[in-house]
């Protein structure tokens, strides 16, 4: 069964100091990872979307990456707006529906 | 353009109660999608169409949820017999075409009594 964890569950860091979120996951024929934020109260917001391993992806603060078994997504000199839930999805091959993980939520404080 | 909406932003209703979610996809967008997501929660998939037929249903917990996309493009999630435990958001997202990158909408909440 295709799954999808997520760690930490979360975060809390100091404005400026860097992070990475990481998303594991076991799939049978990767289609797409998906890197999403979610601010309280509101639909997931999409960032990247990543195909293959050693791709990469960049916006403003933010970078993903993606291994043959996880994602990261790196969060340089994070600002108090970068507080949220960023979560991690996937399609899997043979199937159109989207697993998720739990997500990370985080905290970045002045 | 607009994006994904989703009415009511709210939804309360007493145990037992049948209701309607509605969703209204980004114009042009063949696939559509219901997830549900419980507090703390990553989102649950529900039920995926693609044009007007369900492709995918597998993700419905049980018979008192249905979909229906008449059209090709606004979708209506339905819940008969209404239970507590069927409180949550219901989100509703589309996308291009399969496999492409989904955008959700806001969200209704339910809230079963």
């Known amino acids: 069964e295709d799954q999808v964890t997520q760690s930490p569950e979360a975060l809390r860091l100091q404005e400026g100091e860097s992070s990475s979120l990481n998303c594991s996951y076991t799939v049978s024929g990767l289609r797409g990872l998906f890197w999403y934020r979610q601010d309280p109260g509101k639909g997931p917001e999409f960032l990247f979307t990543l195909y293959s391993a050693g791709e990469e992806k960049e916006k403003e603060r933010l970078k993903a990456t993606l291994t043959k078994k996880e994602s990261f997504l790196h969060i340089t000199a994070p600002k108090p707006e970068d507080s949220a839930t960023y979560l991690c999805?996937?399609?899997?091959?043979?199937?159109?529906?989207?697993?998720f993980g739990t997500g990370t939520k985080l905290q970045v404080i002045p | 353009g607009a994006g994904v909406s989703q009415t009511p932003s709210n939804k309360v209703t007493e145990k037992g109660k049948y209701v309607e979610l509605r969703c209204d996809p980004i114009?042009?967008?063949?696939?559509l999608y219901w997830y549900r997501q419980s507090l703390g929660q990553g989102p649950e998939f529900l039920i995926y169409f693609q044009g007007t037929g369900a492709a995918d249903d597998s993700g419905l917990p049980n018979d008192r949820f249905f979909a229906v996309r008449p059209e090709g493009s606004v979708s209506t999630l339905k819940i008969q017999r209404t239970e507590r435990g069927d409180s949550a958001v219901y989100l509703c997202?589309?996308?291009?075409?399969?496999?492409?990158?989904?955008?959700f909408g806001p969200g209704t909440r339910l809230t079963v009594l």
């Open positions: 114009s042009g967008h063949t696939a």
């Open positions: 999805a996937l399609y899997s091959g043979g199937y159109q529906k989207v697993t």
């Open positions: 997202a589309s996308s291009k075409g399969l496999a492409d990158t989904q955008y």
